[in-house]
Each structure stands twice: as C-alpha cells, then as structure tokens.
C-alpha cells in the first residue's frame, strides 16, 4: 500500500489502520470490506482534516498502552487493547471514530453491501419510508430552551 498523504507517521499509520480493522472487520457473510482496507484506510487519513490532531494524541495513548507498537502485537492482545482502548470516553476517540465511519460508509462497496445505488443522494434522491413521528413528542414537550430574539416566544 502506498502511504496516504498525511503528517502521521509510519508507525502511526500502521497502529491506526489496524485499530480501523478492530474498529468495522472485513466480513465474508456480508461480503464487505473492513476499515483497514487500503482504500478506505487511504480515505480516513486523507479526511482526518483539523481532527489530525487530536487523533495523532489517540494513537499516541494507544501506542504507550501497547507499550511500543500497537501494529506490532499479537492478534489476541491487539484485540483486547483495542477493546479497552476504544471503550474509553474522549474527543479524540470520538474524533478517530467518527473518521472511521464517515469514510467507511461512503466506500462503494459498502454502499453495495447495503444494497443501495453508490450515488450522491440528489439529484434521484432516496426514497425514506414514512416514520413515527410521536417519538418526538418528547423533545416537543420540553420547554423553550432557545434566546427568543424576536418576542414571540417561539
């Protein structure tokens, strides 16, 4: 694989995308790709944007929890780290996870897996079944949370 353009190291991109692979594995059943596929993974890296930041702190904690190199790791502990890592709160978990998943669903054969048209939504667009909308009775029933700038109330 070609390294992405990226300010990450190598090291970096190697624990990264093996933690992606943790984080959505290849499935045979499903017939779809994980997100340490190098296409995907190439995507995530080239998105990561203003996030690179944050996720360069990630892969550090994960690097120093796997004592040296995440991608270095035995398949058993590589996945348990990888649990317990991406069990823990945090913007720049939240930031890497969010990356993973933007990428991942926007690849084409994941769109295909899912049996959708790998097309921007419009100008087609998608059909969306009707839903229930009572669910939001409980957002409807909350009090005015907003500034009422206009003295309407509303």
Known sequence: ???????????E???????AGFMIPASTEFQVPGADDSLIFADIVRSLGRDEGVVREALAVLSDLAGGGFAQLDEVEAQALAMAFLGRAG????AMGQAVLQCYYRDDRVFLALGREPRAPFPVG??????????LD???DRPWMWRDLDGTGG
Request: hydrophobic share 40%.
């Open 1 to 11: 694989m070609a390294k992405p353009e990226s300010a990450l190291t190598d090291s």
């Open 13 to 19: 991109l190697a624990d990264f995308q093996r933690l």
């Open 91 to 94: 913007p720049n978990i939240r």
């Open 126 to 135: 998608h059909k969306l079944e009707q839903g229930d909308f009572s669910l």
């Open 138 to 140: 409980a957002v409807r």
